[in-house]
């Protein structure tokens, strides 16, 4: 239990500062911001408190939102995308979340794409959307959304190939 604990407290406090120091420096072409923080969320444990889960979550959009000076958008970003996460779980691995059995670095590469690329575009139109908040600009959202979530999608993918324990 505790090495869970400080595996999840040592991905959230890299992740915030990677994020923080590294990857909110990047604007290519003015369109393209990777956001892979929103990794400690996806990857966190299926079976602990869901509460605990959305104030974790929170916690981690807050704390981004705090070093970005972005006025909670982070944060409500975040914390959709914890509320909705079961129901993609679901989604993505059927009978496996059904059974609480999910380890994702077991999963096959095409479900765990997937869960990864629905809750990136998820959390980058509503990030995009908060951001602008101008209907009148949807398609800037909708090209903001497209080639962020890309990138993210491409950096989430690749840290979780990077990082996984191959347990055999």
Known sequence: MNSIISSNAI???LLVLAQVLVLSHINFLGYINPYPYILFILLFPVKNNRMLFLLLSFLLGITIDMFLDSG?????????IA????????FCFGAVYEHQTIK????EFGPRLTYI??????HHFLLFLLEIFNFSKIILVLQKTL???IFTIILCV???IIFSRKSK
């Open 117 to 122: 690329s629905i809750l990136t575009v998820i």
């Open 158 to 160: 690749l840290v979780t």
């Open 11 to 13: 991905r959230f406090i």
């Open 104 to 107: 994702f670095n077991q999963v």
């Open 83 to 90: 509320f909705i996460r079961p129901a993609v779980l679901k």
């Open 147 to 149: 080639f962020s979530s």
């Open 72 to 80: 909670g958008m982070h944060a409500a970003a975040c914390v959709t």
